[in-house]
């Protein structure tokens, strides 16, 4: 099955500064990749999600790049705010199910003022 | 609130009683997950529907643990003879098949067992 390793797993920043949180990922066949942010004790929430015909995607402060060759993804945010701190979920699926995921292990980020 | 439902939010048992967990999708998504989150780790996929079939099942879904949507819309989640390693949050999420959606997902339900 597939397998979503997510790097690093705590990221310290200060308010302004830029942050990228970085996955691979083991099935060639995965073709949609989103992110989510899920702050403490709240649902996860989607940010942003590319699909594997596409190599970047931007959305304001937030972009996402795909390289389907060497199977890694990548999120960057830039100009960070202290309400960016949260825990940061990369994940891939295959098919036709945007919904059946597999889950990266997670990246605290924290922004400091 | 027209997002994914969860009920209860939370729940202590004790060890070897049986618990159920209700998830209320959004109205219109046919498509309908369960995972399960333990603390440090992203989600695991358990299950999911398509209206009232149940198309897949992980591997973690041991026979302890059955999941329903007998008329499409809300499912729910029951773990028989729970066990002190069942402690997590639930999640459930709904998407649409067509167009796509992304997954949309609930608050949860904490499960603790004692």
């Known amino acids: 099955g597939e397998n979503v390793e997510q790097h690093p797993s705590t990221l310290s920043v200060q308010e302004g500064d830029s942050a990228v949180i970085k996955c691979t990922y083991s099935d060639s066949a995965s073709n949609y990749f989103p992110w989510y942010k899920q702050e403490l004790g709240k649902r996860p929430q989607l940010i942003i999600d590319?699909?594997?015909?596409?190599g970047e995607k931007k959305d304001q402060r937030i972009a996402v790049t795909l390289n389907k060759t060497a199977k890694h993804f990548s999120l960057h945010i830039t100009e960070t705010q202290p309400e960016d701190s949260a825990v940061y979920f990369c994940a891939a699926s295959r098919g036709t199910s945007y919904g059946k995921l597999t889950f990266g292990q997670g990246t605290i980020l924290t922004v400091h003022p | 609130d027209t997002g994914v439902s969860q009920d209860p939010r939370h729940k202590i048992t004790k060890r070897g009683q049986n618990v159920t967990f209700r998830c209320d999708p959004i109205?219109?998504?046919?498509?309908l997950y369960w995972y399960r989150q333990t603390l440090g780790q992203g989600p695991e996929f358990l299950t999911y529907f398509q209206n009232e079939a149940q198309l897949e099942k992980s591997r973690l879904l041991s026979d302890r643990f059955s999941a329903e949507r007998p008329k499409g819309s809300f499912s729910t989640l029951e773990i028989q003879r729970t066990e002190q390693g069942d402690s997590a949050m639930y999640l459930c999420?709904?998407?649409?098949?067509?167009?796509?959606?992304?997954?949309?997902f609930g608050q949860g339900t904490r499960l603790t067992v004692v």
């Open positions: 999420a709904s998407s649409l098949a067509w167009p796509r959606t992304e997954a949309f």
């Open positions: 109205s219109e998504h046919n498509r």
């Open positions: 590319i699909r594997s015909n596409v």
